[in-house]
């Protein structure tokens, strides 16, 4: 039987969801999840019920993090970038380090940071995606039907019907617009782009080859310092490589891509807008984690830290309060955030990042 390989990427900072997604405790550490734990525990126990082994794709400097939420893993489920450098070489590299375990295996891949309800159909969804790239040895991805037109998702185009459980993909498309996002909603045969991906390793391999000749090449390279124990040698090498995402690399230019339709509630909480959208509201519509008194307050968040947090005469802001900084914005301007981080960045304020 073939072997199943779940790569969970846990990188990155999600730096929309600051002050409380930090370096020391980056998004998908956060207990973001529906029973209140990390989303990386949560996504670990959906990647077990689905794989063989589980593995975690992640940087050298997020190790002891990522050890911390899952004690339970060992050094040889570790698949460790030297720094992030996007996800075509995050993938890669995953995928050629398990092909030296297993060249026949498939792997699954299934980020960190993402919030998952209904766990049955989910797992469902994702077992079909295996039984189709074992099939047809082609890449493939699972996609929900949009359930109202979101502006900060990616779209799959994958008309027609469903054959053996997948339907071929036509087109990736980037975050539309409102009028366009509406537009897919009603015409049918577009799908969110969750970045749940499954191939044979040797299939990824060869479409990586094709579309991405140089890139393949440079990896091996990366691998084979590594085998050689140099592992210095394999840094300077990988942070040489050109940083982009996988969709753009392969999957927007294989012919070989399918989609397995999934029926579960997700959500990539990108902000704490989104975050806000997820939790309970009072009559009022505000949202309150903590302590809090809200006098003439409406459609407000409001994520305590510590300590009391009250507020007058709000309307639709967002208030986040941690031990050595707090946010206080307009819900509207959530995608903002990272702005203040890039601020932070400029201003060499690292201690608050």
Not at 134 to 145: E, F, H, M, P, Y
Request: glycine share 8%; net charge positive; hydrophobic share 45%.
């Amino acid at each position: 039987m073939t072997k199943t390989f779940a790569v969970i990427p846990a990188g990155g900072s999600g730096t929309r969801l600051w002050p409380r997604s930090r370096r020391s405790t980056p998004k998908h550490v956060l207990p973001l999840g529906a029973r209140g734990r990390p989303l990386l525990r949560e996504t670990f126990e959906r990647a077990r019920a689905v794989a063989d082994e589980v593995f975690v794709l992640t940087e050298t400097r997020q190790r002891d993090i990522i050890e911390a939420v899952l004690p339970e893993i060992d050094a040889r489920h570790l698949i460790l970038e030297p720094s992030a450098r996007g996800t075509t070489n995050a993938y890669g590299l995953a995928t050629l380090t398990l092909a030296e375990r297993d060249p026949d295996a498939v792997m699954v891949a299934m980020p960190a940071d993402h919030v998952v309800r209904g766990g049955t159909k989910a797992r469902d969804a994702v077992i079909r995606a295996v039984r189709a790239a074992v099939k047809s040895n082609s890449l493939v991805t699972v996609g929900l039907k949009p359930a109202f037109p979101s502006t900060g998702l990616g779209y799959i185009r994958a008309p027609g019907r469903t054959s053996g459980g997948a339907v071929r993909v036509k087109q990736f498309i980037e975050k539309p617009n409102i009028a366009r996002a509406k537009r897919f909603v009603n015409a049918g045969g577009y799908y969110w782009n969750l970045a749940w991906f499954v191939w044979r390793l040797q299939v990824f391999i060869e479409e990586l080859g094709r579309h991405a000749p140089s890139r393949l090449a440079a990896l091996r390279r990366v691998l084979a310092a590594r085998e050689a124990g140099e592992e210095h040698r394999a840094a300077q090498l990988y942070n040489r490589l050109p940083v982009d995402v996988i969709d753009r690399t392969v999957m927007e230019k294989t012919d070989r891509l399918l989609l397995v339709p999934g029926e579960f509630d997700w959500a990539d909480i990108g902000n704490w807008a989104e975050l806000g959208d997820r939790v309970h509201h009072d009559a009022l519509g505000n949202a309150v984690e903590g302590e809090a008194v809200l006098v003439d307050t409406h459609g407000s968040l409001v994520f305590g830290d510590r300590r009391l947090v009250a507020a007058i005469g709000l309307d639709d802001m967002i208030i986040v309060d941690t031990p050595d900084a707090l946010l206080i914005c307009p819900r509207s301007r959530a995608q903002d955030v990272k702005k203040v981080v890039d601020a932070l960045k400029r201003a060499r304020k690292t201690r608050y990042l």
